[in-house]
């Protein structure tokens, strides 16, 4: 499958945020090593394992703000977060030295590194801050896109902003009369047609000149990539799917790359999460006595069905009247449930289905056999999201909150058929650091408030 990175777009901030803690980190070793051992160093694993966990604790933390943080974000959160960081690769490293590394090594190394962690950590506080100040005048402002369409099409975009990781301002542009939009600092971003069918052979000649001058030309389908990185399926038409190629990934290589990582990961959570699911599993028993786990029939890869289990977080009644969404303040949820649902414990059980095969970790979240009977009447394109093995997480889960509605269902879609077009490696990469940040953060499965 060709290699597409759209989602990079809207966290251009955060990779150069981390590519400059990497240079910087090199730097300060470098330096350091010349002071002290009047020779060049030799780069090795643990140094390198060493700034990887320093850049995916910024990141889980919360140290690389995005565009939408970084306005609120104040000077003291920078520096709690990156104190917060400092401790944790402090003590990670310590780990290292104690587990692996000899006496004599210990010592040297402890003498060495730590001072390289200080300075590193108070300079990259500074750095950030830096970066956050001269960034600011460019974020302050919200992209223009020109529309050409229907009041409809117009009112649907209008209505699909509000869950976009790009701010941006949405205009009405009548080709007979519009003057030659400068891209230039200040002018629209680009334009979005409805429908190039439809347009007569002068205007269409007029968009290609305003885009052979710079002006970005998009289709709903493009724009929606770019801006919402989404794809809401009443924007999204039969023809589009063609075009556009929503199906599942084919290369190999991912293929065999994303089953790996499924086992390792699996493996290794369920190993280091042995003692946390014994403790759950006795609360859970100790709370009404009722069974630790629950089970569900849910729709798997191509629409088969399976049993998963996960541990139980509702009464054992909850269900009494049927299958149906939850809510926020849902009475059925106990206070361990609450707990578990939050920090999404109580989907661990999960992970011997990734191990089998069944799911993966990163996918669609599989819904309810007789729940999607009604999904799929009413949602245009809701089957799609089967060509993929559902997941533990996914791009709908890291950035939408809890569904309970057909709305929500909708919404999720959009992410999920976005997902589709755009599976990689590096986007299921980005899939689990944004899931470790919810986690961490506590911001699990709960359901919205509002959409608007």
């Known amino acids: 499958m060709l290699l597409r990175l759209p989602w990079l777009n809207s966290r251009r901030r955060l990779l150069v945020a981390a590519l400059l803690d990497s240079v910087l980190f090199v730097l300060l070793y470098i330096a350091f090593f010349l002071g002290r051992f009047g020779v060049s160093p030799d780069w090795n694993l643990p140094l390198a394992a060493l700034l990887g966990f320093w850049l995916t604790g910024s990141y889980v933390i919360g140290r690389y703000y995005d565009a939408q943080e970084m306005r609120s974000a104040a000077a003291i959160n920078q520096a709690i977060r990156t104190l ?162 929503f199906t599942a990934p084919q290369g190999s290589i991912y293929r065999r790359l994303k089953r790996f990582g499924d086992v390792l990961v699996s493996v290794a959570l369920l190993w280091s999460t042995a003692l946390l699911l014994l403790t759950a599993a006795l609360l859970i028993k100790l709370e009404d006595g009722g069974p630790v786990f629950y089970g569900q029939w849910r729709s798997g890869l191509d629409g088969v069905p399976y049993m998963v289990w996960k541990l139980r977080s509702m009464r054992v009644d909850a269900e009494q009247a049927g299958s149906q969404w939850s809510s926020r303040g849902d009475p059925r949820i106990t206070r361990i449930g609450r707990l578990l649902r939050v920090t999404r414990i109580d989907e661990l059980p999960q992970l011997w289905a990734v191990l089998t095969g069944t799911m993966s970790l990163i996918g669609p979240r599989p819904e309810r056999p007789e729940i999607e009977e009604d999904l799929e009447r009413q949602i245009p394109h809701y089957r799609l999201r089967h060509l993929i093995r559902p997941g533990l997480s996914g791009w709908a889960q890291v950035n939408y909150p809890y569904g309970a509605s057909l709305e929500d269902a909708a919404n999720k879609l959009s992410y999920d058929l976005y997902y589709l077009r755009n599976a990689s490696f590096w986007m299921d990469l980005l899939i689990l650091f944004k899931t470790m940040r919810l986690v961490i953060h506590a911001k699990g499965a709960l359901p919205r408030l509002d959409l608007r």
């Open 84 to 245: 917060i960081t400092l401790m944790l690769s402090i003590g990670v490293f310590l780990v290292w030295l104690w587990l692996i590394a000899s006496p004599v090594l210990a010592e040297t190394s402890r003498g060495f590194m730590v001072p390289i962690l200080l300075v590193f950590a108070l300079s990259s506080g500074l750095m950030q801050q830096g970066l956050n100040c001269l960034l600011e005048e460019r974020f302050s402002g919200k992209e223009l896109w020109l529309l050409l369409g229907q009041a409809g099409f117009q009112r649907q975009l209008h209505q699909e902003l509000g869950w976009s990781r790009l701010e941006a301002r949405l205009e009405p542009v009548d080709l007979s009369h519009a003057a030659w939009p400068d891209p230039g600092q200040g002018g629209p971003t680009g334009l979005v047609v409805e429908s190039i069918e439809d347009l007569d052979p002068e205007q269409v000649q007029t968009l290609l000149q305003w885009q052979t001058r710079g002006l970005t030309v998009l289709s709903p389908v493009g724009w929606c990539e770019q801006v919402l990185q989404r794809f809401p399926p009443r924007l999204v038409r039969s023809q589009d799917l063609l075009r556009a190629q």
